[in-house]
């Protein structure tokens, strides 16, 4: 699982979009109906293959009533959506931003300018799969997670901050190295706090929700044996787990508040009910501590100084 960098700072380019006059109102459509186009978009490449889309959850102001650009939770569909095309055959990568009018796809009537070098790379060279859930087959297996239930009860008008597909570049919980999955994050306004984010496994379905409150989450995870300190580190950590995960394999990642995920440790058995952990190599901020084996898992939130 990777970072959004590129997402977020292609957020400059959709602000611009806000100059753009009320004549234009972008229609919602499905991420499988422009590939085509985007795969075309590497000068000279006939190779193009799609290696992530990505849609921002802002609005842009069209005349008195605002435009949200981003994925509706309801039909999957977003007015634009933002293409990593890859070829193999020169070595690069293409951030292609679509519209779809009257069944044309199109660059939006905004010239972003130069896209390239927006960390890209974060989303590795895997193609999508052909077949890969989209649309309400996707947001009904979301909306199916427990876990997302309740976060929609609280939040019933929150739509994502980002949606996007990619290919996972290394095994990460129920995902193996080459899974499909949707990643949907609601940032918190201000981005104070940790996001709430869901991951959809592309093929079949498979959800995983975590880290919206990160009060409850830590007396929930107090109350269930697990804790952290010191916290805040800066080094060097110890996380106390129950003695009924002894014996079990464990894995231990970092998540911080763009969504990205750095893998600190894994035990194929847990011979003592503790963990020990380097923090050095994490960044000064806020970050959730993901705990799991291959029954259960935990989130505990550290905060990292250095």
Known sequence: ????RTLFV?????????????????????PRACEATAKKAIEGATDGVIVGILAAGVEIPLGTTPLFIGMDLNAGTAPLWIYLVY??????????????LLGSCSAPPVDPGDLSGL?????????????????????NKLKANG???????????????????????????????????WSLLWIPAGGAGLPFTCLVHAVDGTTICFGEDIMSV???????????????????????LPMS????????????????????????????PQVFINTGNLSS????????????QQVLPLSILH
């Open 245 to 272: 995960w002894v014996g079990s394999s464990v894995t231990v990642d970092a998540v911080d508040a763009t969504g990205r995920i750095v893998n600190i440790t894994s035990t194929a058995s847990l011979t003592y």
């Open 87 to 100: 070829s193999q055959q020169l070595d690069t990568v293409a951030v292609v931003p679509l519209i779809r």
């Open 147 to 181: 876990d997302f239930m309740k976060f929609n009860a609280a939040h019933p008008d929150s739509q994502p901050t980002v949606s996007a597909i990619s290919t996972s570049t290394e095994d990460f919980l129920d995902f193996p190295t080459g899974t499909p999955f």
């Open 119 to 139: 960390g890209t790379e974060d989303f590795g060279r895997l193609p999508l799969p052909a077949g890969y859930l989209q649309g309400t087959d996707m947001t």
């Open 10 to 30: 292609l957020c400059a380019f959709f602000l611009a979009v806000s100059s753009v006059s009320a004549q234009f109102q972008f229609p919602g459509y499905l």
């Open 218 to 240: 830590a007396n929930d995870a107090l109350e269930a044996g697990f804790s952290v300190a010191p916290n805040p580190s800066s080094e060097d950590a110890v996380i106390t």
């Open 285 to 296: 901020g806020m970050w959730s501590l993901r705990i799991s084996n291959h029954t259960a």
């Open 1 to 4: 699982m990777r970072a959004f």
